[in-house]
C-alpha cells in the first residue's frame, strides 16, 4: 500500500484565496482525519470522518473550514477565504479503527498564506 | 480537555547513548501512542501502548496508566533517530491529543 497521500506537499497562496487539501486514505480504513500543525498550538485535531460521515468537527476553527469526504478514497479540506494565520502543515491520517492505535499519517501539506 | 505533558522539551546525544523521554497525562485515557517526526516532517507510529511495556529494536516504551505517565527508552541512539518524539493519548471519545513533544538531536 502506498500509505496515506496527501497533495500538494506544499501550497502558497495569498490571503483571500481559496486553497483545497486532498488526501487519500489508506484503502480499507474506515476513520480519516484531519490535523494541523502549528509552532504555537502544536498538532490539534480539526474533523475526523467514519465511513465517510464526518463524527466531530468541533476542532475545525471557524466557517471559512470545510472538510467533505465523498467516497471512502478521497478527502478534501478547504480554506475559503484564506488568511496570513492559517499558514500551518495540513496532516490527514486514516485508521482502521478506534481505540486500537494503528494511525498512519501522510506526508503532510504545508500552506504559506501570504 | 486531557494535558499532555512531555520532558525535557529538547535533547542533545552523542551517537550510542541511551535516553528517556516521559509524558505525563492528566486523565484516564483509552490508549497513548508515541510518535517520531522526522526531520522531512513524516509522522510514523512508533508504539500503540495504553498499558505495560512494549519493545522494538532499539526503542522501548512503557506505560503506567495509573500513574498516568509513560516513558520511551532510546538505547545506542543513532542519528538516524532525531526528530521529535510525540506522545499522544486517546480520550474515550477516540479524540487524540498529542504533547508538545522532546526534540532530540543525536549527534556523530
Known amino acids: 500500500d502506498a500509505g496515506v497521500i496527501q497533495s500538494p506537499r506544499h501550497e502558497v497562496t495569498e490571503m483571500g484565496q481559496e486553497v483545497t487539501l486532498r488526501c487519500k486514505p489508506i484503502?480499507?480504513?474506515?476513520?480519516l482525519f484531519w490535523y494541523r500543525q502549528t509552532m504555537m498550538r502544536g498538532l490539534e485535531l480539526l474533523i475526523y470522518?467514519?465511513?465517510?460521515?464526518?463524527?466531530?468537527d468541533s476542532g475545525m476553527p471557524e466557517d471559512r473550514f470545510s472538510a467533505k469526504m465523498p467516497n471512502a478514497s478521497f478527502s478534501t479540506l478547504k480554506i475559503q477565504p484564506s488568511e496570513p494565520r492559517d499558514s500551518a502543515v495540513y496532516f490527514c491520517?486514516?485508521?482502521?479503527?478506534?481505540?486500537?492505535?494503528?494511525?498512519?499519517f501522510g506526508s503532510g501539506t504545508r500552506l504559506t498564506v501570504v | 480537555g486531557i494535558q499532555v505533558e512531555q520532558s525535557p522539551p529538547d535533547l542533545i546525544l552523542q551517537e550510542g547513548a541511551n535516553s528517556t523521554l516521559r509524558c505525563n497525562f492528566s486523565?484516564?485515557?483509552?490508549?497513548l501512542q508515541w510518535f517520531h517526526q522526522n526531520p522531512w516532517g513524516q509522522l510514523i507510529n512508533l508504539f500503540y501502548?495504553?498499558?505495560g511495556t512494549k519493545q522494538n529494536g532499539r526503542l522501548s516504551a512503557t506505560t503506567v496508566a495509573t500513574e498516568r505517565y509513560s516513558l520511551l527508552y532510546i538505547s545506542s541512539s543513532q542519528t538516524t533517530d532525531s526528530g521529535v518524539y510525540f506522545c499522544?493519548?486517546?480520550?474515550?471519545?477516540?479524540?487524540?491529543?498529542f504533547g508538545a513533544g522532546t526534540t532530540v538531536t543525536v549527534r556523530a
Open positions: 499522544a493519548v486517546e480520550s474515550y471519545d477516540y479524540k487524540l491529543s
Open positions: 484503502s480499507g480504513h474506515d476513520y
Open positions: 470522518f467514519n465511513n465517510n460521515v464526518p463524527i466531530d
Open positions: 486523565d484516564s485515557v483509552n490508549n
Open positions: 501502548i495504553p498499558s
Open positions: 491520517a486514516s485508521s482502521p479503527q478506534l481505540g486500537q492505535g494503528g494511525y498512519t
